[in-house]
T-cell receptor, first 113, second 114 residues
Framework: AQSVSQHNHHVILSEAASLELGCNYS??????LFWYVQYPGQHLQLLLK??????LVKGIKGFEAEFIKSKFSFNLRKPSVQWSDTAEYFC???????????FGKGNQVVVIP | ETGVTQTPRHLVMGMTNKKSLKCEQH?????MYWYKQSAKKPLELMFV???????ENNSVPSRFSPECPNSSHLFLHLHTLQPEDSALYLC?????????????FGPGTRLTVL
């Protein structure tokens, strides 16, 4: 079964600091990779996704993620966070050929103005 | 607003009650999903429907019974639940039901079982 690991469940940082959230998965075959975000009081929404091609993926709001196949990782980054980036971030993995999406436990990120 | 609505938003029920959660999507998608979100646990997939046919049942207890009468509506019927079933229940939809689809989530129903 696929599993997805996200570490450092709670992250607190100041505005303009850089953010990196780790995501590792256990599936050895071809995967589709996603980061979803849930802002306070809002729905889960897609931040970015990777299917194939350039392993460095650009998403909305200045976020990017890098797929490193050898490390089974898909880490999320933002060079300079804003207060409005306060949210919970979820990594999700789909193994090619099935219709399941496996989620990590999420990272609660708080950005202090 | 993602085009996926859920009612009710909050529900408190006793262990002997029968209730239903409703999800509706206005996006013309062909697949719908139920997830359970509990504190400190990953989002758990419960059921997947594609073109109104159940294609995934993730070992969910029979006290949860899904129904998909058409591609726009999805229900989760609840019967004799346990306190540990208290959680946020999320509905999602996607265009084709394929694994690389973006899923669009509703706001969830916060369920408390007394």
């Amino acid at each position: 079964a696929q599993s997805v690991s996200q570490h450092n469940h709670h992250v607190i940082l100041s505005e303009a600091a850089s953010l990196e959230l780790g995501c590792n998965y256990s599936y050895g075959g071809t995967v589709n990779l996603f980061w979803y975000v849930q802002y306070p009081g809002q729905h889960l929404q897609l931040l970015l996704k990777y299917f194939s091609g350039d392993p460095l993926v650009k998403g909305i709001k200045g976020f990017e993620a890098e797929f490193i196949k050898s490390k089974f990782s898909f880490n999320l980054r933002k060079p300079s966070v804003q207060w409005s980036d306060t949210a919970e971030y979820f990594c999700a993995v789909n193994a090619l050929g099935n219709n399941r999406l496996a989620f990590g436990k999420g990272n609660q990120v708080v950005v202090i103005p | 607003e993602t085009g996926v609505t859920q009612t009710p938003r909050h529900l408190v029920m006793g262990m002997t009650n029968k209730k239903s959660l409703k999800c509706e999507q206005h996006l013309g998608h062909n697949a719908m999903y139920w997830y359970k979100q509990s504190a400190k646990k990953p989002l758990e997939l419960m059921f997947v429907y594609s073109l109104e046919e159940r294609v995934e049942n993730n070992s969910v207890p029979s006290r949860f019974s899904p129904e998909c009468p058409n591609s726009s509506h999805l229900f989760l019927h609840l019967h004799t639940l346990q306190p540990e079933d208290s959680a946020l229940y999320l509905c999602a939809s996607s265009p084709r039901g394929q694994g690389n689809d973006e899923q669009f989530f509703g706001p969830g129903t916060r369920l408390t079982v007394l």
